[in-house]
């Protein structure tokens, strides 16, 4: 006999019980799985389980509506008031500037007026400091 024809037989017979192994792998499998056939109570908790998921995506959702729904109304809001600003006239807008200049002029002559006198107490108080410490 020749050394080639062995090792083909060799080869041959491996290859072969390979085959063999993964026939019967796969036919246990098949039985196994022939075996655990889902029971009326095994698909009803399926049923329940996926239902109950089902539930708190569509929570989720209806949440995430709600905020952009509200999110929504705040920006109509904004749009009602930039439009209503937007028609403000010129000279509306003039008066609306000279009723707050008024009170604003009044309250910068008063505070102008009460910094220039602590200004001179505080400048009063460090010339007699000044003078009475002097060496």
């Known amino acids: 006999m020749d050394l080639s024809?062995?090792?083909?037989?060799?080869?041959?017979?491996?290859?072969?019980?390979?085959?063999?192994?993964?026939m019967q792998s796969i036919w246990k499998e098949l039985e196994k799985r022939k075996g655990k056939e889902l029971t009326l109570q095994?698909?009803?908790?399926?049923?329940?389980?996926?239902?109950?998921?089902?539930?708190?995506?569509?929570?989720?959702?209806?949440?995430?509506?709600?905020k952009r729904k509200n999110l929504a109304q705040q920006l109509e809001t904004d749009i009602g008031r930039y439009n209503k600003l937007k028609e403000i006239n010129k000279a509306q807008v003039e008066a609306i500037a000279q009723t707050l200049k008024i009170p604003l002029l009044k309250e910068?002559?008063?505070?102008?007026i009460i910094n220039a006198l602590v200004a001179f107490v505080v400048a009063l108080i460090f010339f007699l400091v000044g003078h009475?410490?002097?060496w």
Do not use: M, P
């Open 5 to 22: 024809f062995i090792v083909s037989a060799i080869g041959i017979s491996a290859v072969c019980a390979v085959l063999i192994y993964l």
């Open 42 to 66: 095994d698909r009803i908790s399926k049923l329940t389980k996926n239902l109950e998921s089902s539930v708190a995506v569509i929570t989720e959702i209806e949440t995430e509506i709600s």
């Open 108 to 112: 910068s002559r008063k505070s102008w």
């Open 132 to 134: 009475f410490f002097h």
